[in-house]
């Protein structure tokens, strides 16, 4: 029998915790029972290119916006049926709910919506949507145990159908390899400097401004530098934050890169203020790396990260407390050692991309399993 057609819907294919969990999961899954196809409702990107490199379908229908609705589930509509997919796996909110209306309409046998986000505005018209929608869909996957609860608490979902299954980060590729004086002197760093970093989209959702009112007062008696790794829609904003908190002079802006362990390498802190999430990406990417981190205490963040164990959490929006946990760091290299190393085994014990792919291909398995004219090996 054929492998069992998979279409996994995002919004682009460039940098991202998502778009990096379908490059994962592709690697992974076991290619004799699943053909995985990814889709991108706008654009193609990095991600993109490495997924097609590594031998898979890319499909990018090339909408310039998520807001045209109508024609985006017509041109998936026409795809899971030229494409005969079986299981429809979309990825956020309106992806996901794009790719499971045409997957209705399309009568793909298998519908899955992949929560990533825990939000802090609730939104009418997205929870009505969300519940309606979510009726006819066979599973949910949440990244965190607080995702899943937000989504039950707001789309009324079957608690049998959501199920948590955490993203996983490639921890041959993200281990520490270069010294930290190497990766610095790449950077174009002092190797004395000590030097914080931090990887996210250049939004104000991710909290850069009181990572910069937390430094701000510690650059006059201290040899710091910041290297921010990411770009975004918000980037002129965080720009014009780092000259308004004074540290725009020790800023790196290094933009969007690819080499994100060469980069983790260089840092003596990595620090992520983030408002909201849903479980970060990056903050697994860094304890990987063995970087010891200061993590703000939002979405799923404490499944990842105990507090004085694989790292410090403070709470979000708190330049205060997020200056004295950067002190405390700053002052205590063995405290640095000990997290750096629980982040790490951490990582290795709950967080790799086996049991990430796992916890995917096994749902994937028992819906096929329990879903009849649905072909299998």
């Not at 959702?205 to 201290?222: C, I, K, Q, S, T």
């Not at 404490?302 to 410090?312: F, K, N, S, Y």
């Not at 967080?351 to 916890?359: N, S």
């Amino acid at each position: 029998m054929r492998p069992v057609n998979v279409l996994r819907v995002v919004i682009g294919l460039n940098q991202g915790g998502v778009q990096q969990g379908v490059l994962n999961l592709f690697r992974g899954l076991d290619r004799e029972r699943f053909r995985p196809i990814a889709c991108a409702l706008e654009n193609d990107g990095a991600i993109g290119r490495e997924i097609a490199a590594a031998g898979f379908e890319v499909i990018v229908l090339g909408h310039r916006s998520k807001g045209l609705g109508i024609r985006i589930v017509r041109d998936l509509v026409r795809l899971i049926r030229e494409r005969e997919i079986q299981i429809v796996h979309g990825s956020s909110y309106h992806p996901s709910l794009y790719a499971r209306v045409a997957g209705l309409l399309s009568r793909a046998p298998i519908l899955i919506s992949h929560e990533h986000a825990v939000f802090q505005r609730r939104r009418r018209r997205r929870c009505f949507l969300s519940h309606l929608v979510g009726r006819a869909t066979d599973a949910h996957i949440a990244v965190s145990q607080a995702v899943r609860d937000q989504v039950l608490a707001w789309y009324g979902l079957d608690p049998r159908r959501v199920r948590v299954v955490h993203n996983g980060v490639d921890v041959e590729r993200f281990r520490p390899g270069i010294s930290r004086e190497e990766a610095k002197r790449r950077l174009g760093l002092p190797p004395d400097t000590f030097t914080v970093v931090t990887t996210s989209r250049l939004d104000p959702e991710n909290g850069h401004r009181f990572l910069f009112e937390a430094m701000g007062p510690l650059l006059p008696g201290r040899k710091l530098c910041l290297v921010l790794v990411g770009t975004g829609r918000g980037e002129a904003e965080v720009r014009a934050a780092a000259e308004r908190s004074g540290v725009a002079s020790v800023a790196t802006f290094t933009g969007l890169r690819r080499d994100i362990p060469d980069l983790l390498a260089a840092a003596d802190v990595y620090v992520a203020p983030m408002l909201q999430t849903g479980f970060s990406n990056a903050v697994l990417e860094a304890m990987a790396m063995a970087c010891p981190m200061v993590v703000t205490d939002v979405g799923g963040t404490r499944e990842a990260v105990t507090h004085d164990r694989e790292g410090l959490v403070v709470p979000p929006a708190d330049a205060a407390l997020l200056r004295a946990a950067l002190v405390r760091l700053l002052d205590d290299a063995a405290l640095r050692e000990r997290l750096g190393s629980a982040a790490r085994e951490a990582v290795l014990a709950r967080f790799t991309t086996a049991h990430f792919v796992a916890g995917v291909q096994g749902l994937y398995e028992e819906l096929v399993s329990r879903t009849p004219g649905v072909r299998s090996a």
